[in-house]
């Protein structure tokens, strides 16, 4: 019989291409463990089949490591969370079938996490340098595979308000960044070389979509023609302007990003902001939010750097929630590359 004072839960995170085990006790993080794959960078890019062989190499010993650090043996486990998606197919398969197999070994009920749900909640994880949204709440999921306004009633019950219709912002800063010659993951780079620019120094067009939806295909193609454009007139055009050019990119993004989030304030009445997602690491977001706090009275909510990325323990707080609500899986269960919330 599970003590509900401690409840010990195993979460698996293999969306991409960050292997990622976490142990909590009910809301608390034991460990948090991530292998990072850096076979591709030298493809400037995530490669899908190269993803899920590395999660083969890397499940084990990451588990292991969770368990060793979290200081339990797998025999105090109540349940085993795991991303079901959404995400790369191959990378998702691998953590199913560890979560499915371990879970059936020893026992214990399974439980599948939304990868998008698991962004917005660990906003919920116990830490005193975190402080927790009171619901309703609006979040700003902002990755590189997706960008989305949720409007969070409760831990369950959540709504889409607005979604990109194309690229995630994500993947307008990793490939604006690639297009200046900077090495893959560029969005970390591009953002540092913004805080040393102009941010005015380039104005780019920003899309017209209705709603609280999202485009950015159409900025990354005027990028594109304006380094072009430039380069052909001068070839040291990026050498010479690349903090302003940089500067100028994200200004345009974080512009978009927050016009929609006022929009979606105006529409419902609802103050409270938390954002989640890799792009929730970006310095020039998280100062955006500080300063709507005195300039436009919203609460806003910021998650620690490790719970930004992709990591188990966003997984396990999920699971903590869903195992209080009696909410398991079934073996049959199969991984889901477009899982919607």
């Known amino acids: ?64 490591q969770a368990l060793a650090k979290a200081n339990i043996d797998k025999k105090q486990l109540a349940a085993i969370a795991f991303t079901r998606g959404p995400g790369l197919l191959g990378s998702l398969l691998v953590g199913t079938s560890f979560a499915k197999s371990m879970s059936l070994g020893l026992g214990i009920p399974l439980i599948e996490v939304n990868h998008m749900q698991a962004h917005i909640l660990a906003h919920f994880i116990k830490d005193t340098a975190q402080k927790r949204p009171s619901f309703p709440f609006l979040a700003l999921t902002i990755s590189g595979g997706h960008t989305q306004i949720v409007l969070v009633n409760d831990f369950f019950d959540l709504e889409i308000l607005g979604q990109t219709l194309d690229d995630a912002v994500g993947e307008a800063y990793d490939k604006s960044a690639k297009l200046l010659g900077l090495p893959y993951p560029g969005g970390p780079l591009l953002d540092a070389h913004a805080q040393m620019g102009n941010p005015k120094a380039f104005p780019f067009p920003k899309p017209k979509v209705d709603g609280l939806n999202f485009s950015f295909s159409g900025l990354k193609t005027s990028i594109l023609y304006f380094i072009q454009r430039e380069t052909k007139k001068q070839p040291d055009f990026i050498t010479n302007h690349l903090n302003d050019i940089c500067a100028s990119i994200q200004f345009t993004i974080l512009e978009i990003l927050m016009d929609k989030l006022k929009a979606a304030v105006a529409q419902t009445g609802v103050k409270t902001i938390a954002i989640g997602g890799g792009v929730a690491a970006n310095s020039g977001i998280r100062q955006r939010l500080l300063e709507a706090e005195s300039s436009m009275g919203w609460s806003t909510h910021i998650p620690k750097f490790e719970y930004c990325t992709d990591n188990a323990a966003m997984i396990g707080i999920v699971g903590y929630y869903k195992f209080l609500n009696d909410e398991f899986s079934e073996q049959g269960i199969a991984a889901k590359a477009r899982y919607t919330l």
Not at 11 to 19: F, G, P, Q, V
Not at 37 to 62: C, D
Request: aromatic share 4%.
């Open 1 to 64: 019989m599970v003590d509900k004072n401690q409840i010990y839960i195993l979460a698996i995170e293999s969306s991409c291409d960050d292997t990622s085990a976490a142990v909590l006790c009910n809301d608390h993080v034991l460990s948090n463990v991530v292998a990072t794959q850096q076979i591709h960078e030298q493809y400037g890019g995530v490669v899908p089949e190269l993803a899920s062989r590395a999660h083969q190499q890397n499940i084990v010993p990451v588990v292991h």
